[in-house]
């Protein structure tokens, strides 16, 4: 039996000996037995027959039970366990034959180390009983001993389950006692023979010996436990007194049998002193528990003899300092001394047991505070008198006992029993006293017991103890709760002492009243004060512990007694700690009580002749009136508040309101400088002794306090410090449930009122403009004014003072029908501090100072208004309204008014304090929409273009008289705020009416700060017409389109506005009011699908009708026109009409306005005056042409208006024939907009001479711009380099306004530009079409063919236009660069520039892009002829790079840097290009051949190769400088994937050499790569956001050999486009660079990092990538007599076949599944005739060659081929390298030293000279 190591002996869950007895005793039982264990039956023993019985054991059983004896746990374990599971399946008759075996191995592992195997043991018992039931008796006596002693195992689990397995062999308890008696014999031997047992005994094993001591003591003190339980139970006297008599007889046999056992183990064990004296806790503990056993049950054992023996172990216990012992050593000395008092004689009493008592007592019993305090009076009852000094004893007990109450401070449980112990051992002593006295001495030993111990150190240490309960937080040695169990057991030993002997408590009653008076006559002494609160603190407890109770006690003999005195002390030294005391006091026992004890002993009333104990009600009340009031106000008292509050404390419910009218009455009548501060505290205290006595009080009848109250409140600063608290306090009303008011109704109305005015005084002080008009709002009928707070700080003064008394009345203010007036300044300052807020944010140190104060009071009303603003909707509706009305005047003050604060901020602080009001007083939605119409009513300057129109309760829209677009939209903006809050539908909706007008006044607005029409209104707008049901949305559009086209008929408009685009005209563009506002809601509705063709169809009817008024035009609907039909003409004819006579109506229309306009004479020959201009806009804007890729028709014509189109154009072509030609710039462009309507919907009509025309006037209107943007160009080129360098920003605004002076030459280039551009698509169309029918003509059929569209034709005339186009496009490029040479600002400008024009630039770029390189050529050449400062590439980088990007100026400046003829030498300096031109330079020296090889860029893109990655790496994901970094990596890549680019090599190198690879690391900042391994088994269309689109892109990347896809869509820059642009890059690297890319995946660190980008790779990039490479060496002809080459796609490999004569060798080049990222594998696979020396030197050099190759690998192979070539025509490889040609520049080895002859590659001899730093021969070391 054991444990594991380290586990405490024994188990404080592990029962006693007798608490297991006790425990186990069945229901009624009286006796202490085990458990109950009483039965009627007995199990049978075994006869001897059966006993000699040989049978064979089970294989199984006997083969596990061997098992049981090894020495391992394991093993045991496992066997315990296969056991247990044999038994279940086993029937009894097979178990039976192996429970003797079984019995043996039990009771050895019973005493196993382990506890698991000792628990397994008894699992597997409780299986084996389960299975052979009642066959188990012939077994049970040799089982029962150990079985019982299991009990007892010192680990509780073990000690359970063994209990388990007992109950499971006799489930009864009766059943279980019977079995304990019929095996009393064996049980005993079993236990004595363990006691005997020695640790070397235990084991015949080798076991560690620290093991077997703790297995010995385990035994032994289960054991001796076992044993005394057993003797408890047999030798119990009334066990079996119920039973019959066969029962009875067989526990009697029982008993005895015990009994003699027992005194044979007494005398074999020598009294078990060897066991008591042990040094295991464990074995002493259940020695101890064994003792008192035997001294209970057996005492008739013990001789006198063995007792002098035992005495000293037993008395001389208390030295046991072991906690887990205390118990049964208690329960041992116990017994031990109420059996044999008279052994205390037999020894020296002091020495073996007082002296270790003491000790035991100042140590806090060692711990064991729980278990020895109770114990304690019970080992007084037991202490012989004649043993001990009884005076001294006792003293040195008590003493001793309080010494050792500072080891239970630390626990309230273990104090608790001490102080209960402490009690209840006093108690004992004073009540025990005749025991150990006379009875003369009695009464000496119970005072000198009171005087030294509760006076000397109870009472002493109590005001030891700190007050505060701050001082006790920091006195370590008390806590609050110890504090009050400290009282606490004073009180009851002090009730204990009234209950014995009342007189014995006159001794601490004299003492506490002589601390009282020392502490009251020097209460400033620090000391003596804190005396005073622990005093107290003392009555409060006493009160608390015994007045509640009923104790008389506390008044007549502690308090009582002393009140007379203290009130004579009082009245001359004015002490306020007496007074104090006498509260506490009054408190304690009441008022009548405290007056008759202070007035027994004093005749201060005539009505108190002599003395009387029972005071009347009407004597008390003249007492308090005549003596107690007065002495409370005398005004020269310093203890005032101390006195009102003995005087508040003396208030009797029976007389309260008396009480109270005389207090009033004396409060009132004293105007000293500090009466406002005593009536405060007078009504304070008051109003509390009402509440808290649950008694209505009445004052409104007093007019003196009425008068004295308003008066206060009418006073001018300086206030008084308690004016304000005095005001508060007779008002009332600081909760809502203090209803008692002091004051009268109209006295509480005049004060409110002087509340209200003072607020009134310090909102008109503000420097706001909408706050001075609020106060306007707040005046009253009669204008009254404040004198004396005309400074600012005297305004927040009396403001303060007002806002003191509101915080402390406002329920009461909540009754009078001010309320709406005073809440409604509340509001006005409330929301001034807001104000303040944003005004505080732009003003200097100075400025803010002034306002601080100011600012601070508003912050405190804001927090007064938090507190209310829950109460507000619980106001009534009048109340809500006044204040509501006041309120939306207030804030339209703020919005029409405030001049302060900038439109913006004016406007979120009225939609703030609109949202204040409806969030805090509207209930429901018609509070709300009738708060909103008298908000949006009108005003003076509002609105400004239409007013609300109420018929029939609808809110229309009627067009002002005078509408002036002068206003500052201040209130439009102020409405956006609101809708952008609240939402549209509730501004919109009033009343279930809609306000069309609100609507039609926020479109004709446009534009407000922080807002405008396009971002805010209009899609809200939208959103709410097409959430309502159709009638009611077709209702409100109506009337706000009707509304729109009214005033756009009345406004018209200018002629400027007339020669807009050709297509739609942007709303933004349109300076009239309606007409803007009627186009931006059009085009919304007919986009967005909510109106279709009907509506349109309708408005274009409407204005129709209104073009002729009679015969006559209307000017005004002719000029809108045109701007309106650019809206409707796509739903008129965007959807197929099935009412032909409708569509025919439209096409009529369109017909007539044509002929009206050919009436007109040739735009050549203009006329001013006529309406020649209208018409043709007119005309033009039924055409409009539509811009997907390339400019179409938008819609179908008639043949009619086809013809009558082309007779207009070509009516301008033949009056253009004459010799004067009108360059009006509004005939320019008319004429540039018919030609592009015309070729747009006509082409196919045209002849050559239409198209000639055409073309002409295009190229002329295009040159016309190039000349202005050249001219642009040289005057930027002037100002920079020629003019002075101050001021060059603004010099080039002034040069770029040039361009605005001239913007008609841009429109007119503009409209050449479509037009070009739809006939170069004609042109292309064509060409296509005419190759596929080339194939099908003859010769004859194409020379005869007269198309007018044939290419040949116009190639010239084409090439010239788009040189031309370049030319814009170099010149724009050309003065950003130059512009930027100068500063990063000046290049900005001019980019700025073509914001405004960007339709026009994009065009440009557009036909850029799709230029020829022929065209480019020329351009570039004449461009670089023109000698500035900036050449045709540097323009290009500029657009390229430019700070204000145009989308398709960057893509077409990446397509002609990225494409011939600009390639090659877009990307280096002209001396490097001129270098690379030099075919030879090989006759140099190495060192500086290598150096003039190093080739050097452009700086325009060097400054973005060459930057750091480190520094790109912090940027943002869509920085600039990130941006112009990747996009310059791209064109290297893309010049790097052309095959024909002459550069490579070099521009490779310099990439290895200069630029740093971890620019990969910056790609991948744009995927989340923790994604990347995750998803690399979906499909593309199941990838996570990102990782699809830079998957894609790659793939793309390599697929295409090109990015172009990613730049064209890369701007405007977005995340989103980034990481496609950045996914193409990596694809194109992957494939232009794969031997720098593995490297810089070489350096990857992070493993995870590494992983996903590895997984991305070999999923997404690499299977395109290896199948591109195998195509291109299956398609390179790389194959001879001597090499051949084959490829295995499936396999991935290469097998490269080399023969020369009759040798041969194969190697395979196996490309990775993440190629490149991982290196390619070569390998020989076969080889004949050649040396292994060459093989391997060959398989090197292949390896280094596909290894190391930025490029192709079909141009890899092709290298290595050419150097197996070279080497078997005998060129001398490198020595160096090994190589006949160099693995990177591919040159052969042509340097020799003069000495020995070698030859080296210049690149390698240059490395070798760089890291040897010398210029040696690397062979024979002579000079080179």
Same mark, same amino acid.
């Given at each position: 039996?054991?444990?594991?190591?380290?586990?405490?002996?024994?188990?404080?869950?592990?029962?006693?000996?007798?608490?297991?007895?006790?425990?186990?005793?069945?229901?009624?039982?009286?006796?202490?037995?085990?458990?109950?264990?009483?039965?009627?039956?007995?199990?049978?023993?075994?006869?001897?027959?059966?006993?000699?019985?040989?049978?064979?054991?089970?294989?199984?059983?006997?083969?596990?039970?061997?098992?049981?004896?090894?020495?391992?746990?394991?093993?045991?374990?496992?066997?315990?366990?296969?056991?247990?599971?044999?038994?279940?399946?086993?029937?009894?008759?097979?178990?039976?034959?192996?429970?003797?075996?079984?019995?043996?191995?039990?009771?050895?592992?019973?005493?196993?180390?382990?506890?698991?195997?000792?628990?397994?043991?008894?699992?597997?018992?409780?299986?084996?009983?389960?299975?052979?039931?009642?066959?188990?008796?012939?077994?049970?006596?040799?089982?029962?001993?150990?079985?019982?002693?299991?009990?007892?195992?010192?680990?509780?689990?073990?000690?359970?389950?063994?209990?388990?397995?007992?109950?499971?062999?006799?489930?009864?308890?009766?059943?279980?006692?019977?079995?304990?008696?019929?095996?009393?014999?064996?049980?005993?031997?079993?236990?004595?023979?363990?006691?005997?047992?020695?640790?070397?005994?235990?084991?015949?094993?080798?076991?560690?010996?620290?093991? $077997?001591?703790?297995?010995?003591?385990?035994?032994?003190?289960?054991?001796?436990?076992?044993?005394?339980?057993?003797?408890?139970?047999?030798?119990?006297?009334? %066990?079996?007194?119920?039973?019959?008599?066969?029962?009875?007889?067989?526990?009697?046999?029982?008993?005895?049998?015990?009994?003699?056992?027992?005194?044979?183990?007494?005398?074999?064990?020598?009294?078990?002193?060897?066991?008591?004296?042990?040094?295991?806790?464990?074995?002493?503990?259940?020695?101890? +528990?064994?003792?008192?056993?035997?001294?209970?049950?057996?005492?008739?054992?013990?001789?006198?003899?063995?007792?002098?023996?035992?005495?000293?172990?037993?008395?001389?216990?208390?030295?046991?300092?072991?906690?887990?012992?205390?118990?049964?050593?208690?329960?041992?000395?116990?017994?031990?001394?109420?059996?044999?008092?008279?052994?205390?004689?037999?020894?020296?009493?002091?020495?073996?047991?007082?002296?270790?008592?003491?000790?035991?007592?100042?140590?806090?019993? @060692?711990?064991? %505070?729980?278990?020895?305090?109770?114990?304690?009076?019970?080992?007084?009852?037991?202490?012989?008198?004649?043993?001990?000094?009884?005076?001294?004893?006792?003293?040195?007990?008590?003493?001793?006992?309080?010494?050792?109450?500072?080891?239970?401070?630390?626990?309230?449980?273990?104090?608790?029993?001490?102080?209960?112990?402490?009690?209840?051992?006093?108690?004992?002593?004073?009540?025990?006293? %005749?025991?150990?006295?006379?009875?003369?001495?009695?009464?000496? @030993?119970?005072?000198?017991?009171?005087?030294?111990?509760?006076?000397?150190?109870?009472?002493?240490?109590?005001?030891?103890?700190?007050?505060?309960?701050?001082?006790?937080?920091?006195?370590?040695?008390?806590?609050?709760?110890?504090?009050?169990?400290?009282?606490?057991?004073?009180?009851?030993?002090?009730?204990?002492?009234?209950?014995?002997?009342?007189?014995?408590?006159?001794?601490?009653?004299?003492?506490?009243?002589?601390?009282?008076?020392?502490?009251?006559?020097?209460?400033?002494?620090?000391?003596?004060?804190?005396?005073?609160?622990?005093?107290?603190?003392?009555?409060?407890?006493?009160?608390?512990?015994?007045?509640?109770?009923?104790?008389?006690?506390?008044?007549?003999?502690?308090?009582?007694?002393?009140?007379?005195?203290?009130?004579?002390?009082?009245?001359? +030294?004015?002490?306020?700690?007496?007074?104090?005391?006498?509260?506490?006091?009054?408190?304690?026992?009441?008022?009548?009580?405290?007056?008759?004890?202070?007035?027994?002993?004093?005749?201060?009333?005539?009505?108190?002749?002599?003395?009387?104990?029972?005071?009347?009600?009407?004597?008390?009340? %003249?007492?308090?009136?005549?003596?107690?009031?007065?002495?409370?106000?005398?005004?020269?008292?310093?203890?005032?508040?101390?006195?009102?509050?003995?005087?508040?404390?003396?208030?009797?419910?029976?007389? @309260?309101?008396?009480?109270?009218?005389?207090?009033?009455?004396?409060?009132?009548?004293?105007?000293?400088?500090?009466?406002?501060?005593?009536?405060?505290?007078?009504?304070?205290?008051?109003?509390?002794?009402?509440?808290?006595?649950?008694?209505?009080?009445?004052?409104?009848?007093?007019?003196?306090?009425?008068?004295?109250?308003?008066?206060?409140?009418?006073?001018?600063?300086?206030?008084?410090?308690?004016?304000?608290?005095?005001?508060?306090?007779?008002?009332?009303?600081?909760?809502?449930?203090?209803?008692?008011?002091?004051?009268?109704?109209?006295?509480?109305?005049?004060?409110?009122?002087?509340?209200?005015?003072?607020?009134?005084?310090?909102?008109?002080?503000?420097?706001?403009?909408?706050?001075?008009?609020?106060?306007?709002?707040?005046?009253?009928?009669?204008?009254?004014?404040?004198?004396?707070?005309?400074?600012?700080?005297? #305004?927040?003064?009396?403001?303060?003072?007002?806002?003191?008394?509101?915080?402390?009345?406002?329920?009461?203010?909540?009754?009078?029908?001010?309320?709406?007036?005073?809440?409604?300044?509340?509001?006005?300052?409330?929301?001034?501090?807001?104000?303040?807020?944003?005004?505080?944010?732009?003003?200097?140190?100075?400025?803010?100072?002034?306002?601080?104060?100011?600012?601070?009071?508003?912050?405190?009303?804001?927090?007064?208004?938090?507190?209310?603003?829950?109460?507000?909707?619980?106001?009534?509706?009048?109340?809500?309204?006044?204040?509501?009305?006041?309120?939306?005047?207030?804030?339209?003050?703020?919005?029409?008014?405030?001049?302060?604060?900038?439109?913006?901020?004016?406007?979120? $602080?009225?939609?703030?304090?609109?949202?204040?009001?409806?969030?805090?007083?509207?209930?429901?939605?018609?509070?709300?929409?009738?708060?909103?119409?008298?908000?949006?009513?009108?005003?003076?300057?509002?609105?400004?273009?239409?007013?609300?129109?109420?018929?029939?309760?609808?809110?229309?829209?009627?067009?002002?008289?005078?509408?002036?677009?002068?206003?500052?939209?201040?209130?439009?903006?102020?409405?956006?705020?609101?809708?952008?809050?609240?939402?549209?539908?509730?501004?919109?909706?009033?009343?279930?009416?809609?306000?069309?007008?609100?609507?039609?006044?926020?479109?004709?607005?446009?534009?407000?700060?922080?807002?405008?029409?396009?971002?805010?209104?209009?899609?809200?707008?939208?959103?709410?017409?097409?959430?309502?049901? +159709?009638?009611?949305?077709?209702?409100?559009?109506?009337?706000?389109?009707?509304?729109?086209?009214?005033?756009?008929?009345?406004?018209?408009?200018?002629?400027?506005?007339?020669?807009?685009?050709?297509?739609?005209?942007?709303? =933004?563009?349109?300076?009239?009011?309606?007409?803007?506002?009627?186009?931006?809601?059009?085009?919304?509705?007919?986009?967005?699908?909510?109106?279709?063709?009907?509506?349109?169809?309708?408005?274009?009817?409407?204005?129709?009708?209104?073009?002729?008024?009679?015969?006559?035009?209307?000017?005004?609907?002719?000029?809108?026109?045109?701007?309106?039909?650019?809206?409707?003409?796509?739903?008129?004819?965007?959807?197929?009409?099935?009412?032909?006579?409708?569509?025919?109506?439209?096409?009529?229309?369109?017909?007539r306005w044509l002929q009206r306009t050919l009436s007109f004479p040739p735009l050549n020959t203009w006329l001013s005056g006529q309406d020649m201009e209208d018409w043709y806009h007119l005309v033009v804007s039924c055409y409009p042409l539509k811009r997907m890729k390339l400019f179409k028709p938008q819609r179908h014509i008639t043949i009619v208006e086809r013809s009558l189109l082309l007779e207009l154009l070509r009516k301008q072509r033949l009056a253009s024939t004459s010799a004067t030609v009108n360059e009006l710039s509004v005939v320019q462009t008319l004429l540039s907009k018919l030609t592009v309507v015309t070729v747009g919907y006509c082409w196919n009509d045209f002849n050559q001479d239409d198209w000639e025309y055409i073309l002409y006037k295009s190229r002329y209107w295009?040159?016309?711009?190039?000349?202005?943007? =050249?001219?642009?160009? =040289?005057?930027?080129?002037?100002?920079?380099?020629?003019?002075?360098?101050?001021?060059?920003?603004?010099?080039?605004?002034?040069?770029?306004?040039?361009?605005?002076?001239?913007?008609?030459?841009?429109?007119?280039?503009?409209?050449?530009?479509?037009?070009?551009?739809?006939?170069?698509?004609?042109?292309?169309?064509?060409?296509?079409?005419?190759?596929?029918?080339?194939?099908?003509?003859?010769?004859?059929?194409?020379?005869?063919?007269?198309?007018?569209?044939?290419?040949?034709?116009?190639?010239?005339?084409?090439?010239?236009?788009?040189?031309?186009?370049?030319?814009?496009?170099?010149?724009?490029?050309?003065?950003?660069?130059?512009?930027?040479?100068?500063?990063?600002?000046?290049?900005?400008?001019?980019?700025?520039?073509?914001?405004?024009?960007?339709?026009?630039?994009?065009?440009?770029?557009?036909?850029?892009? =799709?230029?020829?390189?022929?065209?480019?050529?020329?351009?570039?050449?004449?461009?670089?002829?023109?000698?500035?400062?900036?050449?045709?590439?540097?323009?290009?980088? #500029?657009?390229?790079?430019?700070?204000?990007?145009?989308?398709?100026?960057?893509?077409?400046?990446?397509?002609?840097?990225?494409?011939?003829?600009?390639?090659?030498?877009?990307?280096?300096?002209?001396?490097?290009?001129?270098?690379?031109?030099?075919?030879?330079?090989?006759?140099?020296?190495?060192?500086?051949?290598?150096?003039?090889?190093?080739?050097?860029?452009?700086?325009?893109?060097?400054?973005?190769?060459?930057?750091?990655?480190?520094?790109?790496?912090?940027?943002?994901?869509?920085?600039?400088?990130?941006?112009?970094?990747?996009?310059?990596?791209?064109?290297?890549?893309?010049?790097?994937?052309?095959?024909?680019?002459?550069?490579?090599?070099?521009?490779?190198?310099?990439?290895?050499?200069?630029?740093?690879?971890?620019?990969?690391?910056?790609?991948?900042?744009?995927?989340?790569?923790?994604?990347?391994?995750?998803?690399?088994?979906?499909?593309?269309?199941?990838?996570?956001?990102?990782?699809?689109?830079?998957?894609?892109?790659?793939?793309?990347?390599?697929?295409?050999?090109?990015?172009?896809?990613?730049?064209?869509?890369?701007?405007?820059?977005?995340?989103?486009?980034?990481?496609?642009?950045?996914?193409?890059?990596?694809?194109?690297?992957?494939?232009?660079?794969? #031997?720098y890319v593995r490297e810089w995946f070489n350096d990857v660190r992070d493993h995870t990092s590494s992983s996903a980008i590895e997984s991305f790779t070999r999923t997404w990039c690499s299977p395109p990538l290896i199948a591109d490479e195998l195509s291109q060496i299956k398609k390179a002809d790389l194959s001879d007599e001597n090499f051949s080459v084959s490829v295995s796609k499936s396999a991935n490999e290469v097998v490269a076949t080399c023969t020369k004569d009759e040798s041969n060798m194969d190697l395979v080049v196996r490309l990775p599944a993440s190629y490149p990222l991982r290196p390619v594998d070569v390998e020989c696979t076969r080889s004949l005739g050649i040396s292994e020396v060459k093989q391997r030197k060959w398989l090197l050099s292949m390896m280094s060659f596909?290894?190391?190759?930025?490029?192709?690998?079909?141009?890899?192979?092709?290298i290595w081929k050419n150097n197996f070539d070279k080497e078997f025509e005998g060129v001398e490889e490198c020595p160096i390298c090994y190589s006949v040609i160099h693995t990177s520049n591919h040159s052969l080895p042509r340097r020799a030293c003069r000495t020995c002859k070698h030859k080296f590659h210049s690149a390698c001899l240059y490395k070798w000279f760089l890291t040897s730093n010398k210029s040696n021969c690397p062979l024979c070391q002579s000079p080179f």
């Amino acid at each position: 039996m054991g444990r594991q190591k380290g586990d405490a002996a024994r188990s404080k869950a592990r029962p006693s000996s007798s608490s297991l007895a006790a425990s186990l005793l069945p229901a009624g039982a009286t006796a202490v037995g085990f458990g109950g264990y009483v039965g009627s039956s007995s199990i049978p023993t075994a006869s001897s027959s059966d006993a000699s019985l040989i049978i064979d054991i089970d294989a199984e059983l006997a083969q596990q039970l061997k098992r049981l004896s090894r020495k391992d746990p394991t093993t045991k374990l496992k066997a315990l366990t296969t056991l247990s599971t044999l038994l279940k399946d086993k029937s009894a008759k097979d178990v039976l034959p192996a429970i003797p075996q079984w019995a043996f191995e039990y009771k050895k592992l019973l005493m196993d180390y382990n506890r698991d195997v000792r628990r397994a043991t008894h699992d597997t018992m409780a299986t084996l009983v389960t299975t052979v039931g009642r066959d188990l008796a012939p077994h049970v006596k040799s089982l029962m001993g150990p079985w019982w002693f299991s009990q007892f195992d010192p680990v509780y689990e073990v000690s359970q389950v063994a209990k388990r397995s007992l109950e499971a062999a006799f489930p009864a308890q009766e059943k279980r006692l019977d079995a304990l008696m019929l095996c009393t014999d064996e049980v005993f031997m079993y236990l004595g023979d363990n006691l005997k047992l020695t640790p070397q005994s235990m084991s015949d094993k080798a076991v560690a010996l620290d093991e $077997l001591q703790e297995m010995h003591q385990q035994v032994i003190s289960s054991s001796l436990l076992a044993l005394a339980t057993f003797l408890d139970i047999l030798t119990s006297e009334k %066990q079996g007194s119920e039973n019959t008599n066969s029962e009875q007889k067989k526990a009697l046999k029982a008993r005895t049998a015990a009994i003699s056992h027992a005194e044979k183990l007494l005398s074999v064990h020598k009294y078990f002193l060897v066991f008591l004296n042990s040094h295991s806790s464990a074995i002493r503990s259940a020695a101890y +528990s064994l003792v008192g056993s035997c001294v209970k049950n057996i005492s008739h054992a013990l001789t006198e003899a063995n007792i002098k023996t035992l005495a000293p172990v037993i008395l001389g216990a208390l030295q046991e300092k072991d906690p887990t012992c205390h118990s049964s050593m208690w329960e041992a000395l116990l017994l031990f001394s109420r059996k044999f008092p008279e052994s205390w004689t037999t020894l020296n009493v002091h020495k073996v047991l007082v002296n270790p008592f003491w000790n035991f007592l100042r140590n806090g019993c @060692f711990g064991s %505070q729980q278990v020895s305090y109770p114990t304690l009076v019970l080992f007084l009852n037991c202490v012989p008198s004649k043993a001990i000094t009884v005076d001294k004893f006792f003293l040195e007990f008590f003493r001793n006992f309080w010494a050792g109450k500072v080891h239970s401070q630390s626990s309230n449980a273990d104090l608790s029993a001490f102080f209960k112990s402490y009690r209840e051992c006093f108690i004992w002593t004073l009540q025990s006293a %005749q025991r150990y006295c006379g009875v003369e001495a009695i009464d000496k @030993f119970r005072c000198t017991i009171v005087d030294e111990v509760l006076l000397k150190l109870m009472w002493h240490d109590y005001l030891l103890v700190p007050s505060s309960e701050d001082k006790l937080k920091k006195y370590d040695k008390y806590q609050v709760d110890n504090v009050q169990e400290f009282g606490k057991c004073i009180i009851e030993i002090l009730s204990g002492l009234f209950s014995l002997e009342p007189n014995s408590l006159s001794v601490f009653c004299h003492t506490f009243e002589e601390n009282c008076l020392e502490a009251f006559q020097q209460s400033e002494n620090v000391e003596n004060h804190e005396n005073l609160d622990k005093i107290i603190r003392f009555l409060q407890l006493v009160d608390l512990n015994s007045v509640r109770k009923g104790d008389s006690w506390p008044l007549s003999y502690l308090v009582g007694p002393m009140m007379s005195k203290l009130f004579q002390i009082v009245q001359t +030294s004015d002490s306020s700690d007496i007074v104090k005391f006498m509260v506490v006091a009054v408190s304690m026992f009441g008022p009548r009580k405290i007056v008759e004890e202070i007035t027994w002993e004093q005749n201060v009333s005539a009505c108190l002749p002599e003395k009387n104990r029972d005071l009347s009600l009407n004597q008390f009340l %003249q007492l308090f009136k005549d003596v107690f009031v007065p002495w409370c106000f005398k005004t020269d008292s310093s203890s005032t508040l101390t006195r009102l509050d003995f005087l508040f404390a003396l208030l009797d419910a029976e007389c @309260f309101s008396d009480q109270c009218e005389s207090i009033i009455l004396h409060a009132t009548g004293n105007k000293d400088s500090n009466f406002t501060y005593v009536l405060a505290l007078v009504m304070e205290k008051m109003r509390e002794q009402s509440t808290r006595m649950k008694l209505q009080l009445n004052l409104s009848h007093h007019e003196l306090l009425d008068s004295t109250a308003v008066s206060v409140s009418r006073s001018l600063p300086p206030l008084g410090s308690s004016d304000a608290r005095f005001i508060c306090a007779a008002l009332g009303g600081v909760t809502e449930e203090d209803q008692t008011y002091f004051v009268s109704e109209n006295a509480s109305i005049s004060i409110f009122e002087e509340i209200f005015l003072k607020l009134r005084s310090f909102i008109g002080s503000s420097d706001f403009t909408w706050v001075k008009g609020a106060n306007e709002l707040l005046n009253s009928e009669e204008e009254i004014t404040i004198t004396g707070c005309e400074s600012s700080t005297r #305004a927040i003064e009396i403001a303060s003072f007002a806002m003191e008394v509101l915080n402390g009345s406002f329920f009461r203010l909540k009754t009078l029908a001010l309320l709406p007036q005073v809440l409604a300044a509340l509001f006005v300052i409330d929301w001034e501090h807001n104000s303040l807020e944003v005004l505080c944010e732009g003003l200097d140190d100075v400025a803010h100072a002034k306002l601080m104060d100011r600012f601070h009071f508003c912050k405190s009303v804001h927090s007064f208004r938090g507190k209310i603003n829950k109460l507000l909707k619980t106001f009534n509706l009048d109340c809500r309204r006044k204040l509501s009305s006041i309120l939306v005047q207030t804030i339209r003050c703020v919005v029409f008014n405030e001049d302060t604060l900038d439109i913006e901020t004016v406007s979120s $602080l009225g939609c703030i304090y609109f949202m204040d009001v409806v969030d805090n007083l509207c209930e429901g939605p018609v509070e709300e929409q009738t708060l909103l119409d008298e908000l949006l009513n009108t005003g003076d300057s509002w609105p400004l273009w239409v007013t609300p129109d109420i018929k029939d309760a609808q809110r229309s829209a009627t067009l002002k008289n005078e509408s002036s677009a002068s206003g500052d939209h201040r209130v439009a903006a102020f409405v956006d705020k609101i809708i952008s809050k609240v939402g549209i539908a509730r501004v919109m909706t009033s009343h279930c009416h809609h306000r069309a007008w609100l609507a039609t006044e926020m479109l004709c607005t446009w534009k407000w700060p922080g807002g405008s029409v396009l971002t805010s209104f209009l899609p809200s707008f939208i959103q709410y017409t097409t959430g309502q049901d +159709s009638v009611s949305s077709d209702d409100l559009l109506d009337t706000v389109v009707n509304a729109l086209i009214d005033g756009a008929l009345v406004e018209g408009l200018n002629s400027e506005m007339r020669s807009l685009s050709i297509n739609l005209v942007p709303p =933004e563009s349109i300076e009239q009011v309606f007409l803007r506002a009627l186009v931006s809601l059009l085009s919304t509705l007919f986009e967005d699908n909510i109106w279709g063709r009907n509506k349109a169809l309708k408005i274009f009817n409407l204005l129709v009708d209104r073009l002729f008024v009679g015969e006559a035009v209307n000017s005004n609907c002719l000029k809108i026109l045109p701007v309106v039909m650019s809206v409707l003409i796509g739903p008129l004819f965007g959807d197929e009409v099935n009412d032909a006579s409708k569509r025919d109506d439209i096409h009529d229309v369109i017909e007539r306005w044509l002929q009206r306009t050919l009436s007109f004479p040739p735009l050549n020959t203009w006329l001013s005056g006529q309406d020649m201009e209208d018409w043709y806009h007119l005309v033009v804007s039924c055409y409009p042409l539509k811009r997907m890729k390339l400019f179409k028709p938008q819609r179908h014509i008639t043949i009619v208006e086809r013809s009558l189109l082309l007779e207009l154009l070509r009516k301008q072509r033949l009056a253009s024939t004459s010799a004067t030609v009108n360059e009006l710039s509004v005939v320019q462009t008319l004429l540039s907009k018919l030609t592009v309507v015309t070729v747009g919907y006509c082409w196919n009509d045209f002849n050559q001479d239409d198209w000639e025309y055409i073309l002409y006037k295009s190229r002329y209107w295009i040159e016309s711009a190039v000349v202005l943007m =050249e001219e642009v160009a =040289e005057a930027v080129n002037d100002t920079i380099t020629h003019g002075p360098t101050s001021d060059i920003p603004e010099k080039l605004q002034v040069t770029l306004l040039g361009l605005d002076s001239n913007s008609s030459a841009l429109k007119l280039a503009k409209h050449a530009l479509i037009t070009f551009s739809m006939f170069y698509a004609l042109i292309a169309q064509d060409t296509v079409e005419t190759e596929t029918k080339t194939k099908t003509k003859t010769e004859n059929e194409i020379e005869n063919d007269q198309h007018p569209l044939r290419s040949e034709k116009w190639d010239p005339v084409k090439d010239k236009i788009l040189q031309g186009v370049l030319r814009l496009f170099f010149s724009t490029g050309a003065a950003e660069a130059i512009a930027g040479s100068y500063s990063l600002m000046a290049g900005s400008v001019v980019a700025s520039s073509r914001l405004g024009e960007s339709e026009f630039w994009e065009l440009v770029s557009s036909s850029a892009a =799709e230029s020829s390189s022929h065209a480019r050529e020329r351009a570039m050449k004449s461009f670089d002829l023109w000698g500035l400062s900036k050449g045709a590439v540097s323009s290009l980088y #500029a657009i390229l790079f430019s700070s204000k990007p145009v989308a398709l100026m960057q893509y077409a400046a990446y397509v002609i840097l990225s494409s011939e003829p600009v390639a090659d030498s877009a990307f280096f300096t002209q001396e490097t290009a001129s270098f690379l031109n030099e075919s030879e330079i090989d006759d140099k020296d190495p060192i500086s051949s290598s150096l003039d090889s190093k080739i050097q860029l452009r700086e325009e893109i060097s400054v973005f190769l060459e930057k750091s990655p480190f520094e790109i790496i912090e940027l943002d994901l869509v920085a600039p400088d990130r941006v112009h970094v990747f996009v310059t990596w791209s064109l290297i890549s893309h010049l790097l994937a052309s095959p024909s680019s002459t550069t490579k090599e070099k521009l490779i190198q310099h990439i290895k050499d200069s630029c740093n690879p971890m620019i990969l690391d910056c790609i991948f900042q744009h995927i989340p790569l923790e994604l990347c391994a995750a998803s690399v088994k979906k499909k593309l269309s199941q990838l996570p956001p990102g990782i699809s689109e830079f998957a894609q892109s790659a793939t793309r990347a390599i697929t295409n050999n090109s990015v172009l896809f990613a730049v064209e869509s890369l701007w405007p820059i977005g995340p989103d486009r980034m990481t496609s642009f950045t996914g193409a890059m990596y694809g194109l690297m992957l494939k232009t660079l794969p #031997a720098y890319v593995r490297e810089w995946f070489n350096d990857v660190r992070d493993h995870t990092s590494s992983s996903a980008i590895e997984s991305f790779t070999r999923t997404w990039c690499s299977p395109p990538l290896i199948a591109d490479e195998l195509s291109q060496i299956k398609k390179a002809d790389l194959s001879d007599e001597n090499f051949s080459v084959s490829v295995s796609k499936s396999a991935n490999e290469v097998v490269a076949t080399c023969t020369k004569d009759e040798s041969n060798m194969d190697l395979v080049v196996r490309l990775p599944a993440s190629y490149p990222l991982r290196p390619v594998d070569v390998e020989c696979t076969r080889s004949l005739g050649i040396s292994e020396v060459k093989q391997r030197k060959w398989l090197l050099s292949m390896m280094s060659f596909v290894r190391n190759q930025n490029g192709a690998l079909a141009e890899a192979i092709r290298i290595w081929k050419n150097n197996f070539d070279k080497e078997f025509e005998g060129v001398e490889e490198c020595p160096i390298c090994y190589s006949v040609i160099h693995t990177s520049n591919h040159s052969l080895p042509r340097r020799a030293c003069r000495t020995c002859k070698h030859k080296f590659h210049s690149a390698c001899l240059y490395k070798w000279f760089l890291t040897s730093n010398k210029s040696n021969c690397p062979l024979c070391q002579s000079p080179f």
